[in-house]
Nanobody, 121 residues
């Protein structure tokens, strides 16, 4: 059974930092694509950043320069280092990965359970 388990959320003051982690477990191949989304109250879930297995990254404009995504392929784990946090970064953060579980199946998207990040002003 494939699982994405997140950790690292919490409460921080504006200007502070947090680091999120998300580990993929189960009988899987190393995910090609891993990323992070977030959903603020009353808003749709939005994409934040993606990293592919080779290390290339993409960011949405609102977090570029403040957030850094990285991954440890040996541990099937993706990280999100969040610096210079703002109150508008408050949301539930979800990790996402496209995971292939066998040679005969296509990769499918999996989601973590979400972790709350709250930034106080």
């Amino acid at each position: 059974q494939v699982q994405l388990v997140e950790s690292g959320g919490g409460l921080v003051q504006a200007g502070g930092s947090l680091r999120l982690s998300c580990a993929a477990s189960g009988t899987i191949f190393s995910p090609k694509t891993m990323g992070w989304y977030r959903q603020a109250p009353g808003k749709h879930r939005e994409w934040i950043t993606t990293i592919i297995r080779g290390g290339s990254t993409n960011y949405t404009d609102s977090v570029r320069g403040r957030f850094t995504i990285s991954r440890d392929n040996a541990k099937n784990t993706v990280y999100l280092q969040m610096n210079s946090l703002k109150p508008e970064d408050t949301a539930v953060y979800y990790c996402n990965a496209d995971i292939q579980t066998s040679l005969w199946s296509a990769a499918a998207p999996y989601w973590g359970q979400g972790t709350q990040v709250t930034v106080s002003s």
